[in-house]
């Protein structure tokens, strides 16, 4: 079975930084275009960053100036930087390819929670 693993999540204060890390294989990695995905209870599963094989993102308006997105060629992980938390940040944050994630990659997701 194919999967991506999250990892990273957690507590923070409003302010605070997180960083997440994604990693896969190689045959999902490998010039793939990775983005990184967030889920609120009560809300679909939405695309907040994206890079591509040659390294070029893009950002949800909410948190662009605030994350940050980079990958690791050699270790086939993908990470986001999350800068200046917000509790609005707060949900369960997955990667998959993008930006049309493939149902079978889902993981286990990472939650991050932000304090107020």
């Known amino acids: 079975q194919v999967q991506l693993v999250e990892s990273g999540g957690g507590y923070a204060p409003t302010g605070a930084s997180v960083n997440l890390s994604c990693t896969t294989s190689?045959?999902?990695?490998?010039?793939?275009?990775l983005g990184w995905y967030r889920q609120v209870p009560g809300h679909q599963r939405e695309l907040i960053a994206r890079?591509?094989?040659?390294?070029?993102?893009t950002f949800l308006d909410s948190v662009k100036g605030r994350f940050t997105i980079s990958r690791n060629n050699a270790k086939n992980t993908v990470y986001l930087q999350m800068n200046d938390l917000k509790p609005e940040d707060t949900g369960v944050y997955y990667c998959?390819?993008?930006?049309?994630?493939?149902?079978?990659?889902w993981g286990q997701g990472t939650q991050v929670t932000v304090s107020s």
């Open positions: 998959n390819i993008a930006p049309m994630p493939n149902p079978l990659y």
């Open positions: 890079i591509t094989g040659s390294g070029t993102v």
């Open positions: 190689s045959m999902i990695f490998k010039g793939s275009t």
